[in-house]
Antibody
């Protein structure tokens, strides 16, 4: 079974940075496109970006407009890990962040941006 | 981007009755080369992560009760909950994973009448 475990969330001040991690198992990780989705309080889920396979797709990344230029997704195939580096955080980035592989989701990690 | 339109926004159903949620995509999410619709349904209870119910529009995730039925193809999809139980109270989302950015319906809140 696919298992995805996120970590690294917490409270950060506006303008600050945070790095989320996702440990993946139960999949052929080096071929997997990995996606980050977030859900703000009281809202529906929102796709924020993905990283394609290094093997097949050169590890290309794509981002949603609200996070482009501030967030960076990376991966380490040797460790089956995917990361979300979040810079210049804003109050509106407050959400639960989920690591996903197709329709398989982790349990999420809370990020709160507040002074 | 593919826009997902879900209806109704909320639904009150008596225990044991049927609940029907509709989801319409602005473009087809059917991939003819593998004959699959890239459409998933999730159930979300307060304070919990979304739980996968259905994928490929009509394939039920393991351990999901068979009273949950997904149907539809192309641009129009339905999630039917037969014999509604108290534990089915939740918000339900449809999601297309046909093309990035993945997009979600607005959610349907199911309550007991």
């Amino acid at each position: 079974d696919v298992q995805l475990v996120e970590s690294g969330g917490g409270l950060v001040k506006p303008g600050g940075s945070l790095r989320l991690s996702c440990a993946a198992s139960g999949l052929t990780f080096e071929k997997a496109w990995m996606t980050w989705v977030r859900q703000a309080p009281g809202m529906g889920p929102e796709w924020i970006g993905h990283i394609k396979s290094n093997v097949d797709d050169n590890g290309t990344t794509d981002y949603a407009a609200p996070v482009k230029g501030r967030f960076t997704i990376s991966r380490d195939d040797s460790k089956n890990m995917v990361y979300l580096q979040m810079n210049s955080l804003r109050a509106e980035d407050t959400a639960v962040y989920y690591c996903t592989y197709t329709v398989r989701w982790g349990q999420g990690t809370q990020v709160t941006v507040s002074s | 981007d593919i826009v997902m339109t879900q209806s109704p926004v909320s639904l009150a159903v008596s225990l044991g009755e049927r609940a029907t949620i509709n989801c319409k995509s602005s473009r087809s999410v059917f991939f003819s080369s593998n004959n699959r619709n890239y459409l998933a349904w999730y159930q979300q209870k307060p304070g919990q992560a979304p739980k996968l119910l259905m994928y490929w529009a009509s394939s039920r995730e393991s351990r999901v009760p068979d009273r949950f039925i997904g149907s539809g193809s192309g641009t129009d999809f339905t999630l039917t909950i037969r014999d509604l139980q108290a534990e089915d109270v939740a918000v339900y989302y449809c999601q297309q994973y046909y093309s990035a950015p993945w997009t979600f319906g607005q959610g349907t809140k199911i309550e007991i009448k």
